[in-house]
């Protein structure tokens, strides 16, 4: 065993440009230690950390020691760390510490890292959990819970800090002197009128800045402020904070009442998983399946393989009615894997283009017959180009003339093809409410493919034979 | 023309999920506006958008009318819409208010966005620019520059808010009150000692709720403070935002001292063009694309096209050393695509997987061979579920069971495969210090090409020949 006694450090930089991720030597310092029962050195390692870098630890290690760490971590065990861990990881954290300890863990988070937490149990367990929280919490976290899923309502935040108009800088900074219940962090003001709906944002800064008998109304920036309903979904909550460069949203219920705030950190987070599930669908993987068991993850994923095989299978049969062509010439079959994985790589390059597009609104009425046109001009540019050089291929590398324009023909056909199919179904695809960048891969790689064996064992039977 | 009086919704809830995309009927109001010449009515419209709406409609707008708004907003054009433009419409606006005017813009600016602008620019065009600023700005401006692209040091803010230790807090808003060169908006005050040097962080909040005495000593708190250097990669920058739920980090020089803040929005930005990045360098398009003329999206995308060609000419040539046998069993061309693209699917899936795992830092020395073995797990398990199904259609088909089998054994090799390649080429580029979003696709597909095609062709050779 190496020198227990020099501290590891728990993010280096070891790895070149891994500098921050948690660091190898530490991790496997924890789990040394954790095997020879040295628990007052884990602890003394472990109860120092970050919140952020506890809960990549307990992810990181193997069951085993993870259970023996989470035992020995159970008194000090900050709730921080919840939010941040794996779902699965954070199951056993509640198999393991039972209810009544999660549940009063999950009291003095935040309300919205308690909805959220509460909101990942399953049924039994949500029922558990909230029978065991203070009557207080469980209302909170009950009415956080009636929003439904990806809205403002299970995004934001109860504790504000919400102000008359009429109050001066100075009657504002003795309210938040002397009122201990208030938030404990907060970057904004929201300056509310006697039925408490949202006036303006009063930024801490301007407060801070100004003299104390300066009213608020004074203070007030009503470019800063977009009020944001409890139902609005939170991707238009991401893409409404990322546009008007918000730092915190007062959130308001059916009529018109403040009743919490989102902030951008919480953004960050629906920003992160969105541009996360863009792509990961467009793969169809699940995001948790870092973590998943080999069986689950397989289950998950044979969907889209299954949808695959259909597709593929389409255009066997589709080679198949080209039975007889392909006896005579054999090139054939060597040269058509070519036309159809050429047009199915140009039509997702425009598929994911189009899914980007979609997903930040950068696509409007004003260019989208501009941009399709373009697509398919781009396709008809690349076919040619791509149907000379393998034009040139064929006839050099069979003898034959009229195999290269053939397979030329073909390869401009389905490039073009690809540019309005990539264009188009993605856009259908929207319009009908179905989430492109889960659906449009595999409809446009069925038509690459088809259309592709299609178009050039059809032009082969009618030139060639 | 509808009645122009009734003021458009600039972004209103007219379709559905797109509440909050710009409204179409206010850019073909604008549109009808500006070829009517009605241009008093157009700057009422325009002039009082929010510099993100504005910025939103000067690159929705086809060319000619654009180049008019831009003529009528020249006046009062607010310098905050110019970082939010298209790359190729902030040329058009510099192209058409020439060096001066687009200077003199720029200066308004804080001084990261400035940087990022005038980065953006040719070097001809830069030089211009830059020699039209007030000496002042450039000197801020060329610093920044003097950073290595996508550096903490490009990314920061010079102006922020320093102050001792050993200042009260009646001190501190004394002095937050009677500078008025301090930054318009901050979140946070950076603790310094004499030399300058970051000592800790205290939240506006924190400094709003306690009574004068209290030192700001009292406050810090450093949990909060991640100090970066400007040297630091961008995307760790948003790793550590993200990781500790920051708000705003102090960067600081070779040589300890505090020389700017990096605060969330810009951490927005960078999150949201590296998980953009990420998607489009998996399916090779450029981020520019949705507006770049046809030329030149070709020109990009031909680069991906021809290593897809080279990829599926070798192919072609694995496929062609079994002529003879293709020949006999023209079967097996028709069956052959379903391996290869199986493979390619299944692989790719793994892939994304780990591009995410890898940019997220969830794949550590812990848990990375746990993760590989269980994608040769899930390859395995779903090569043999897709092998009895495809081998019993193909069985069906053709009647010919050994053509079944050599077609399952070909998948179940493939998919296995496929999991193992998936994981094993991305972690290797990665050591390599290869961008596995950018290299581990082609990479994938070439081998579970070439090799599912050798599979099921050889074992055809050798088993139904």
Do not use: C
Not at 151 to 174: K, S
Not at 255 to 278: N, P, Q, Y
Not at 325 to 334: M, R, S
């Amino acid at each position: 065993m190496s020198d227990h006694e020099t501290l590891k450090p728990v993010r280096g930089p070891l790895h070149g440009e891994d500098a921050f991720a948690l660091n190898p030597e530490f991790v496997q310092d924890v789990v040394a230690a954790l095997e020879e029962g040295r628990d007052d050195y884990v602890r003394d390692q472990v109860l120092t950390l970050h919140y952020a870098d506890a809960a990549d630890l307990i992810d990181q290690l193997p069951r085993e020691p993870r259970e023996r760490l989470l035992d020995l971590m159970r008194p000090g065990f900050n709730p921080e760390i919840l939010p941040e861990l794996d779902d699965r990881i954070r199951d056993e954290v509640l198999e393991r510490y039972g209810y009544a300890d999660f549940a009063s863990l999950v009291a003095e988070l935040d309300s919205d890292d308690a909805v959220y937490l509460v909101d990942q149990l399953d049924e039994a367990e949500r029922a558990h959990v909230l029978a065991r929280l203070p009557a207080e919490e469980r209302t909170v976290i009950e009415q956080g819970l009636a929003f439904p899923e990806y809205t403002a309502g299970r995004l934001m935040q109860r504790e504000l800090v919400a102000v008359p108009a009429y109050w001066t800088v100075g009657e504002t900074i003795d309210y938040l002197r002397a009122n201990a219940s208030l938030p404990e962090d907060f970057y904004v003001l929201f300056v509310v009128d006697p039925r408490h709906r949202p006036q303006g944002i009063v930024r801490l800064s301007a407060l801070l800045r100004s003299p104390r008998a300066t009213r608020l109304q004074g203070l007030v920036t009503e470019e800063d402020m977009v009020v944001m309903n409890v139902t609005m979904d939170q991707e238009e909550v991401a893409y409404l904070f990322r546009q008007r460069d918000l730092l915190s949203s007062p959130v308001v219920d059916a009529s018109g009442r403040l009743v919490g705030r989102i902030t951008i950190d919480d953004v960050v987070d629906v920003i992160d998983e969105e541009a996360e599930d863009d792509m990961l669908k467009m793969a169809k993987v699940g995001e948790a399946d870092l973590y998943a068991p080999a069986f689950s993850t397989a289950g998950r994923r044979i969907r889209w393989l299954a949808i695959t095989l259909l597709n593929t299978i389409l255009a066997s049969f589709v080679i198949s009615r080209f039975e007889a062509t392909l006896e005579q010439i054999v090139a054939l079959a060597i040269l058509m894997p070519i036309v159809a994985a050429m047009g199915g790589n140009a039509g997702m390059q425009v598929v994911t283009v189009m899914v980007r597009a979609l997903a930040t609104k950068e696509l409007g009425p004003g260019n989208m017959s501009r941009v399709i046109g373009k697509e398919l001009a781009v396709g008809a540019i690349n076919g040619v180009v791509f149907a000379a050089v393998l034009g040139t291929v064929a006839f050099l590398w069979f003898g034959r003339l009229d195999l290269g324009i053939v397979l030329s023909a073909a390869m401009i056909f389905n490039m073009v093809w690809a540019g309005m199919a990539g264009t188009l179904i993605p856009l259908t695809l929207a319009k009908m409410k179905i989430d492109p960048a889960l659906a449009a891969g595999p409809f446009l790689t069925t038509t690459t493919d088809v259309l592709g064996f299609f178009a050039f064992l059809g032009l082969a039977t009618l030139f060639l034979i």
